[in-house]
Nanobody, 120 residues
Framework: VQLQASGGGLVQAGGSLRLSCKAS????????MGWYRQGPGKQRELVAR???????TYADSAKGRFTISRDNAKNTEYLQMNSLKPEDTAVYYC???????????????WGQGTQVTVSS
């Protein structure tokens, strides 16, 4: 299983970006889809997350500005980021907790990270 993230880039403060993350390979079911980020000199932190029952969790810093969504048929998740701020600058990682067969355990998979840079 591989997760391929895309959509990062350089944007001015107040601008928008949309990140995408597609999972490929043998996938039986996906339990959790989420986005994390790691800013310079900081630990990786949760930005937004979907659980299997549709519950969505946002970091306080993302509420009202970011929207997580998914396309189950395409095993793809998205993160729409609006009103971006310089403090949103980070490498963004997608994450999926999934299993590859009925009897397999759920495991965490990570994308390669995509850089988001917000200039002031």
């Amino acid at each position: 299983v591989q997760l391929q993230a895309s959509g990062g880039g350089l944007v001015q403060a107040g601008g928008s970006l949309r990140l995408s993350c597609k999972a490929s390979g043998r996938i039986f079911s996906i339990d959790v889809m989420g986005w994390y980020r790691q800013g310079p000199g900081k630990q990786r932190e949760l930005v937004a997350r979907f659980t299997y029952d549709g519950t969505i969790t946002y970091a306080d810093s993302a509420k009202g500005r970011f929207t997580i969504s998914r396309d189950n048929a395409k095993n793809t998740e998205y993160l729409q980021m609006n009103s971006l701020k310089p403090e949103d600058t980070a490498v963004y990682y997608c994450n999926m907790r999934l299993k590859v067969s009925l009897y397999a355990a759920f495991s965490d998979y990570w994308g390669q990270g995509t850089q988001v840079t917000v200039s002031s």
